[in-house]
């Protein structure tokens, strides 16, 4: 895979090792305009993993929705999947697909008005 060296690789080190959604947001802030397709399936999906698990209750996990959904930071992200999602493979674009569901279903993050704009 050609765009999964150099820096790609190290940001998805990066992405794999945040704990929360603020380390991960960071990293989109800081980074994101260089995101490679892979970058931008495991943000997608490790920020839904991290997301779902800060919530303790569906209503903890909704706000914690509501939250990313009102975050700069997000748009961002949902910015560059748009931008590449050609290029994604099948193994990326199911991560992607998944982890927008999972922000979508469990944290009623409005995913298709983001990906929309």
């Known amino acids: 895979q050609m765009e999964y060296r150099g820096e790609s690789l190290e ?5 794999k090792e945040a704990s929360t959604v603020e ?9 994101g305009d260089s995101f490679s397709s892979i970058n931008v399936s495991t943000a997608v999906n490790t920020l839904s993993k991290v997301a ?25 992200l949902m910015l560059a999947v748009g931008r590449l999602c050609p290029r994604f493979k099948a193994q990326a ?3 992607v ?3 927008l569901a999972v922000l979508h279903a469990d944290l009623g993050v ?3 008005a983001k ?3």
């Not at 914690?64 to 959904?69: A, D, F, I, N, S």
């Open 93 to 95: 674009c199911a991560n």
């Open 115 to 117: 990906l929309a704009a």
């Open 52 to 76: 779902k698990q800060s919530g303790k209750d569906e209503r903890a996990r909704m706000l914690v929705g509501e939250r990313l959904g009102a975050d700069d930071r997000f748009s961002q």
């Open 11 to 15: 940001l998805n080190g990066l992405l």
């Open 110 to 112: 409005a995913v298709d």
């Open 97 to 99: 697909i998944h982890g």
């Open 23 to 31: 380390e991960i947001l960071k990293i989109v802030k800081e980074k």
